[in-house]
């Protein structure tokens, strides 16, 4: 089955405590891209990839690191992680390279306390 | 920056009701996407659109890119319980490679 998961699906951590949230897709998808989500402010890009060992920052990268060593994988990083980085991540993939078309993952919520 | 403006913000309707939404930017674009977000879930795509004044239906679904290129609606016929979620329209300009989103809008119905 196609499909986007991501893991863990619920996170509750401490101010500072680094933490990875992984993304793997089985499509063979090029394009790849994290987003949060917030209560009246939609879905936000943080970073995407275009490709392996290629990333680019979205609307909002601070405090996020991502890399793309393989294709099918796309891991997110919170290596200070703060409260205002409580939120709903989902990963995405596309086989466009104009990331259109996207297909989500199921989410991972998160909370920093 | 670019903005799509997404309206409703909610709507909360009877079973069986039509519901249209629409989104509209002051930008022009060559994509437009509506995608579905059921609770506790990621939004999948409903309808791509890729061609201005193009109309395409799924189901009871039917979505139009605007012939201005600067907006899309989407209606629903027939509306059931299964459809509660939130709407997004997303779109992109040329060789853009960044999604543009709307707020969404939030659908209720009524059994």
């Known amino acids: 089955e196609a499909q986007v998961t991501q893991n863990p699906r619920y996170l509750i951590t401490v101010t500072g405590k680094k933490l990875t949230v992984t993304c793997s897709q089985n499509m063979n998808h090029e394009y790849m891209s994290w987003y949060r989500q917030d209560p009246g402010l939609g879905l936000r890009q943080i970073y995407y990839?275009?490709?392996?060992?290629?990333?680019d920052k979205g609307d909002v990268p601070e405090g996020y690191k991502v890399s793309r060593k393989e294709k099918r994988n796309f891991p997110l990083i919170l290596e200070s992680p703060s409260p205002n980085q409580t939120s709903l991540y989902f990963c995405?993939?596309?086989?466009?390279?104009?990331?259109?078309?996207?297909?989500f993952g199921p989410g991972t919520r998160l909370t920093v306390t | 920056g670019q903005q799509l403006n997404q309206s409703p913000q909610s709507m909360f309707i009877q079973e069986g009701e039509d519901v249209s939404m629409n989104c509209t930017s002051s930008s022009i674009f060559n994509t437009w996407l509506w995608y579905k977000q059921d609770p506790g879930e990621g939004p999948v795509l409903l309808i791509a659109?890729?061609?201005a004044g193009e109309l395409t239906s799924n189901g009871r679904l039917t979505a139009q890119f605007g012939i201005t290129r600067k907006d899309s609606f989407l209606n629903i016929s027939a509306s059931i319980p299964s459809d509660v979620g939130i709407y997004f329209c997303s779109s992109r300009t040329g060789n853009n490679r960044k999604l543009i989103w709307g707020l969404g809008t939030s659908l209720a119905v009524n059994p």
């Open positions: 995405a993939s596309s086989d466009s390279n104009s990331g259109a078309e996207q297909y």
């Open positions: 990839s275009m490709n392996v060992e290629v990333t």
């Open positions: 659109l890729y061609k």
